[in-house]
């Protein structure tokens, strides 16, 4: 079966770091476009980060320096390594396969909440 | 960063009738590989977003037919034949083309 599990999420206070993770099975990361994208609470849906098959890696303005996308071919797992975190940052984030390509999945979620 | 707007924002439809959202740019999608990576998604609450759609109008795995998709350059709709009871949630447009990719406010549709 297809699919993706995230963990690493829980309560950080502002201006620290978490690291969330994205393993994959059925198909290997490495030969996809894998995506992180969030929703706050009350807001809609927004794209945050993508490692693309060919290495490339592009992050959203709004996390851009703070935030580093890498991916773990061994492991076939996706990171998400989350700095200088602001209360912001609070939301449900998704890891997802492909959002342009023929093979999208998407995970449950995992939580991140930014409070003091 | 490449705007995507969508209209309306919150729709209210009678059971079996059509109904019809529409996504913008503010830059064309067209990429140079003649693709046009203008995507649909469906999310409920409490559940992860599902696509319906990929580059404009081809329908994911097991989407109902009623839902198709169509456009090009700036321009894009999501139509639904006919509402459904679980067609009830809130709709997004995503663009692919351009770094980085950025979705639509999103739109909800509700039962009358």
Sequence with gaps: ?116 | DVVMTQSPLSLSVTLGQPASISCSSSQSLLYSNGNTYLNWFHHRPGQSPRRLIYKVSIRDSGVPDRFSGSGSGTDFTLKISRVEAEDVGIYYCIQGTHWPNTFGQGTKLEIK
């Design chain 1, 1 to 116: 079966e297809v699919q993706v599990v995230e963990s690493g999420g829980g309560l950080v206070q502002p201006g620290g770091s978490l690291r969330l993770s994205c393993v994959a099975s059925g198909f290997t990361v490495s030969s996809t476009c894998m995506s992180w994208v969030r929703q706050a609470p009350g807001k809609g849906l927004e794209w945050v980060s993508i490692f693309c098959s060919s290495g490339d890696t592009y992050h959203a303005d709004s996390v851009q320096g703070r935030f580093t996308i890498s991916r773990d071919n061994s492991k076939n797992t996706l990171h998400l390594q989350m700095n200088s975190l602001r209360v912001d940052d609070t939301a449900v984030y998704y890891c997802a396969s492909d959002i342009s390509g023929t093979e999208n999945v998407w995970g449950q979620g995992t939580l991140v909440t930014v409070s003091s």
